[in-house]
């Protein structure tokens, strides 16, 4: 029977005869139930649960009245005769709502050497579950160790989406054309004292409401936020916090400690009234999802919920015992992403997300690992990868892949698929080196400008696949990049040997912040070089949050463990570096007109500059310098809509160069004009585009290390 059917008495003597059941039971009302949907399932009468397990043994359902309770208010056993069909287990569970707290217990064969690790004792999350509760004395080690950890463990709770009210909302749909992602931090936005928002809100989905004036004046078009499904805050090093978020343990839940409201359901609405809230001011929300890995780590890690389920249906596990868990996430484990069961759940997580939560896309952390088989091995064409693409619920929505993974794996320009586009790794690392002055760097530094023919060309794809970046979350922020030489991350506990040493960055003559006016003006004029570039050139651009104030960690290229001032948006900043933030605002306000007509025919980037672009220059027309010590360059496009030409001029020479300008052939004799000049004080280093100054002279003398950029109307 699914139900403990038993007498009190009977009860107390199986709970005396099997440590699985250690604790009082109240009698409940159960049916058999139905193997799907899988989870919890809110009903008229009650709530279906259903848990796949292929070789547990004994299935226990656990409800709980709080989160920190030591022992369950009620246990069912779920029967393996009536109440499992294939792998599923499944039980019905009459006069409960949403709001009631659940987890699992499982029982099976224990052999590590061949996947099994299943652990009675231990209280496991709901694959499935929507929201989930942490008890106030959460212990991470306690799930490693032996032994009972129902007091100090998550727990999953019965979410009914269908009762909230959306107005109206739906996806926003915006064209890639006009897409300016911002990736932030739900948190670090507005944890600061600086933020102005209510200390009871700072750091939440309710306090990210409060800030989007300042997100609609900067004139983004789409937030990615940085990890919001439920994570463990204490997979880090003893005495820091995860931060960032990127260790999941629950693919629909989101992060519990970003909501003000803290009741069961409180998370769920909080960030749905988010997603609502952004919608309304034009603003897409895209989410960064891990699907690579978990927070249970290697085999010496925690069960908290897949392991403890079905261990060698979600990890990819290597055939050694002494290491278990092939890593190729560098987090200690890997998802079997195109498992069958794991495939499912991953496309259920992202329907989800899309169906009840509104979001309009994802970025795939190490995207590069879901195109990995059972064993390991990359595969020319992964299910995941084709049914992520061609899911009719997911029709439409952004998917955006990181397409490499820790093992080495780099499929940046390769990445399977006909609609994913791509971080490009390659633009964030040539055009620093370009503006750092390297040699041999303006070939390349030129083609990421034009997006990148050279390594998305041969796919035939549109302009805007490449999503082109020079600062994210992994890494220096843009003010640290040019203020260091070298990573800072002492605080972090592992002697600076973390995070990345191919930074490329430049510290323009002193390691750190500096009062030597002529340094910082020259560090201020190389964050306007590179915001321009990122900005303008074909493809999506994406910046990371604070650097249109110059925000900066103090040379700490891997904070995922800090969670202070060290990395929260510190709001005085706007004021201090308003001429930056200004810079940002007028390069979003015109690349926002540009025209959507090439993306809605479905113009590829080859026939796209084939059409517009016109002729490479040097200080000489006509006359470029690719030789590898060149450090400047120019070009001239025609665009079309409107008639105007465009002249870029790149100079990352330490001396001011006279470019000639090319002669304009137009009956109004209408001149060039002046928009972005980099070496220009504020407000002069760009201007209003109506407002363009007009140059009559045959050439421009380019400061050091600038960027000027001229239009002129045909029309």
């Not at 009468?45 to 043994?57: D, M, T």
């Not at 990359?378 to 997911?394: G, K, T, Y």
């Not at 006016?517 to 493809?539: C, D, F, H, M, Y």
């Amino acid at each position: 029977m699914a139900l403990l059917d038993k007498s009190a008495s009977e009860a107390a003597r199986a709970s005396s005869a099997d440590p699985i059941t250690q604790q009082k039971f109240d009698i409940c009302s159960t049916s058999i139930g139905a193997s799907a949907p899988l989870g919890a399932t809110v009903c008229r009468s009650g709530v279906s649960f259903s848990l796949f397990s292929r070789k547990a043994s004994r299935v226990e359902l656990m409800l709980f009245d709080r989160e920190d309770q030591a022992r369950p208010t009620r246990v069912i056993n779920i029967d393996p005769t009536t109440n499992r069909t294939y792998h599923y287990w499944h039980v019905f569970v009459h006069n409960i709502k949403p709001g009631q707290i659940y987890a699992y217990r499982v029982d099976g064969p224990v052999d590590p050497a061949i996947g099994l690790r299943f652990d009675r004792d231990k209280v496991l999350l709901d694959p499935y579950g929507r929201s989930v509760v942490v008890p106030a004395n959460y212990n991470r080690e306690a799930t490693r160790e032996a032994g009972d950890n129902t007091a100090t463990a998550m727990k999953s709770v019965v979410v009914d989406p269908s009762t909230y009210d959306w107005e109206g909302d739906t996806l926003l749909k915006r064209p890639s054309t006009q897409t300016i992602v911002y990736e932030m931090h739900v948190r670090g936005f507005t944890r600061h004292p600086s933020s102005g928002v209510p200390p009871e809100i700072r750091g939440t989905y309710r306090g990210l409401i409060e800030k989007i004036p300042y997100l609609q004046d900067l004139g983004v078009t789409a937030v990615e936020l940085l990890p919001v499904f439920q994570f463990d805050t204490q997979n880090c090093p003893r005495g820091l916090v995860n931060y960032w978020g990127y260790q999941p343990i629950s693919f629909f839940a989101p992060h519990r400690s970003y909501s003000s409201r803290q009741d069961v359901n409180g998370p769920v609405d909080e960030f749905r009234d988010m997603v609502k809230a952004l919608h309304r001011a034009g603003i897409e929300v895209i989410l960064d999802v891990v699907f690579n890995h978990t927070a249970e780590g290697s085999q010496d890690g925690p069960t908290l919920c897949f392991r403890g389920i079905d261990n060698s249906a979600y990890y990819i596990l290597n055939q050694d015992p002494s290491s278990c868990y092939l890593d190729f996430s560098g987090c200690g484990n890997t998802l079997n992403a195109n498992h069958p069961t794991v495939r499912r759940l991953i496309l259920d997580s992202l329907r989800y997300w899309v169906q009840e939560m509104h979001v309009d896309g994802f970025r795939f952390d190490l995207a590069a690992v879901l195109s990995r088989d059972c064993d390991g091995h990359v595969m020319a064409n992964p299910p995941l990868l084709w049914d992520i693409e061609s899911d009719p619920a997911l029709a439409g929505t952004k998917v955006i892949a990181e397409a490499w993974d820790a093992a080495g794996l780099y499929q940046v320009g390769s990445f399977v698929g006909d609609s994913w586009k791509e971080w490009n790794g390659r633009f964030r690392d040539d055009v620093r080196s370009f503006f750092r002055g390297d040699r041999g760097t303006v070939l390349r530094f030129a083609d990421r400008v034009l997006g990148s023919r050279e390594i998305y060309g041969h796919e035939a794809r549109e302009a805007e696949q490449s999503v082109n970046f020079v600062t994210c979350h992994d890494g220096f922020t843009l003010n640290d990049v040019v203020s260091y030489n070298q990573k800072h991350n002492e605080a972090n506990g592992e002697n600076n040997r973390d995070g990345g040493d191919d930074n490329r960055s430049w510290n323009h003559g002193v390691e750190g912040p500096t009062d030597d006016p002529a340094i910082e003006a020259l560090r201020n004029r190389q964050v306007k070089n590179l915001l321009t570039v990122t900005l303008l050139s074909l493809g999506v651009p994406m910046i990371l949050m604070g650097d249109e104030v110059r925000h900066t960690q103090q040379g700490n290229n891997n904070a995922y463990c800090h969670d202070n001032e060290s990395v929260w948006f510190d709001w005085t900043r706007v004021e201090k570096h308003r001429d930056v933030h200004r810079f940002v605002r007028l390069l979003i306000a015109r690349r926002l007109q540009r025209d959507i007509g090439p993306e809605r025919q479905r113009i590829t980037l080859n026939q796209l500059i084939s059409g517009a672009f016109k002729d490479w220059h040097g200080v000489k027309l006509h006359q470029p310098d690719w030789g590898d010590d060149s450090h400047s360059i120019a070009f001239c496009a025609r665009l079309s809509s409107p008639d105007r030409l465009v002249y870029f001029i790149f100079n990352a020479y330490w001396e001011a160069l006279d470019f000639e300008l090319p002669p304009l052939d137009n009956e109004r004799k209408n001149p060039w004009c002046r928009w972005i000049d980099t070496y220009l004080d504020s407000p002069e280093d760009i201007v209003e585009w109506q407002d363009s100054i007009p140059v009559v002279s045959k050439s421009y003398r380019v400061g050091p290390r600038s960027v000027v950029l001229f239009w002129a109307s045909l029309a």
